[in-house]
Nanobody
Framework: EVQLVESGGGLVQAGGSLRLSCAASGFTFDDYAIGWFRQAPGKDREGVSCISSSDENTYYADSVKGRFTISRDNAKNTVYLQMNSLKPEDTGVYYC???????????????????????????WGQGTQVTVSS
């Protein structure tokens, strides 16, 4: 059974930092790209970042470029999202997700569509809350 467990969220002041973790089990972690999404109250889910199975490609939403860094430790089956210079608009529930092999699971998909709330990602974690106060 696929399991994705996010952790590391919390309350932080604007300008602060947090590091989120996504611990994975139940599948061959090394073979999968991992995406991070977030959803703010009353807003659609949006893709934040993605890292391919072997680090050869990454994706960042324009809103987080230069502030967030995604990385992975295949020995620990964990993906990290380092978030610096946090802003109140970064507030939301952060989720990690994977795509099934039928959709192409090793690389981060190209095109902004794949990082919208409508895009098909197949397995999700339960989310971790990030709240940035002004």
């Amino acid at each position: 059974e696929v399991q994705l467990v996010e952790s590391g969220g919390g309350l932080v002041q604007a300008g602060g930092s947090l590091r989120l973790s996504c611990a994975a089990s139940g599948f061959t972690f090394d073979d999968y790209a991992i995406g991070w999404f977030r959803q703010a109250p009353g807003k659609d889910r949006e893709g934040v970042s993605c890292i391919s199975s072997s680090d050869e490609n990454t994706y960042y939403a324009d809103s987080v470029k230069g502030r967030f860094t995604i990385s992975r430790d295949n020995a620990k089956n964990t993906v990290y999202l380092q978030m610096n210079s946090l802003k109140p608009e970064d507030t939301g529930v952060y989720y990690c997700a994977i795509r099934s092999p039928l959709r192409g699971h090793t690389l981060c998909p190209g095109g902004s569509y794949y990082y919208t709330g409508e895009a098909p990602w197949d397995d999700w974690g339960q989310g971790t809350q990030v709240t940035v106060s002004s």
